[in-house]
């Protein structure tokens, strides 16, 4: 997984599975693009995920999350639920805003 912290007056985490690193989905009106730009951060293991996702949300982060080893792991840490997430071609994705 890759993980990206955007520094600003409240943090954005982006979190995706490598592989869909420049890729785009669509399905009717839901679109999305794994922009390198964006979602390129360091690649990480899911224990140092979790601890980072976990991290963040005590800093009131906003949370982008992309894939399904992605999804797994911030289930995982408690950031998301199944509730909120939504699928694009059969690729889930969710938003965290705590």
């Known amino acids: 997984m890759l993980i990206k912290i955007h520094k600003?007056?409240?943090?954005?985490?982006?979190?995706?599975?490598?592989?869909?690193?420049?890729?785009?989905?669509?399905?009717?009106?839901?679109?999305?693009?794994?922009?390198?730009?964006?979602?390129?951060?360091?690649?990480?293991?899911?224990?140092?995920?979790?601890?980072?996702?976990k991290e963040m949300e005590n800093e009131d982060a906003i949370f982008n999350i992309v894939g399904k080893k992605s999804i797994e792991t911030a289930l995982k840490a408690g950031i998301i639920s199944k509730e909120g997430i939504i699928k694009i071609q059969n690729i889930p994705i969710a938003l965290g805003l705590l």
């Open 8 to 53: 600003a007056y409240r943090n954005l985490v982006s979190l995706v599975d490598k592989e869909l690193i420049g890729k785009e989905f669509e399905e009717g009106i839901k679109k999305i693009k794994i922009n390198p730009n964006f979602f390129k951060g360091e690649l990480k293991e899911e224990e140092a995920v979790i601890k980072i996702l």
